[in-house]
């Protein structure tokens, strides 16, 4: 079972920028989609970004698009999430999730990590 590290979070003031990485580990079975999810206090978990295996086409969504790349190195096993621009409302924490096929719902995923806390001060 593969297994994901992500780190790069904390606390930044509006219109700045972070990088997340997601560090991937263990065994797993050909190359996997990897997606980027949110979840605020009290709010369910929402999808951020997604990348195909072959890191030639992403997805994002609206309240991301333009602002946020999702990126991956094979070769590092690792996965990225530049943010610019941050909002208070980005503020949350961030999970990276493995896959098989691309989805924009928590449950099309099936490996997750611990997660990383992202704070956007006004």
């Known amino acids: 079972q593969a297994q994901l590290v992500e780190s790069g979070g904390g606390l930044v003031q509006a219109g700045g920028s972070l990088k997340l990485s997601c560090a991937r580990s263990?065994?797993?079975?050909?190359?996997?989609?990897m997606g980027w999810f949110r979840q605020a206090p009290g709010k369910e978990r929402e999808f951020v970004a997604a990348?195909?295996?072959?890191?030639?086409?992403?997805y994002y969504s609206d309240s991301v698009k333009g602002r946020f790349t999702i990126s991956r190195d094979n070769g590092k096993n690792t996965v990225y999430l530049q943010m610019n621009n941050l909002k208070p409302q980005d503020t949350a924490d961030y999970y990276c999730?493995?896959?098989?096929?691309?989805?924009?719902?928590?449950?099309?995923?099936?490996?997750w990590g611990q997660g990383t806390q992202v704070t956007v001060s006004s």
């Open positions: 263990g065994r797993t079975v050909g190359s996997s989609v």
């Open positions: 999730a493995g896959g098989w096929r691309v989805g924009f719902e928590a449950n099309e995923y099936n490996y």
């Open positions: 990348i195909s295996s072959n890191g030639q086409t992403t």
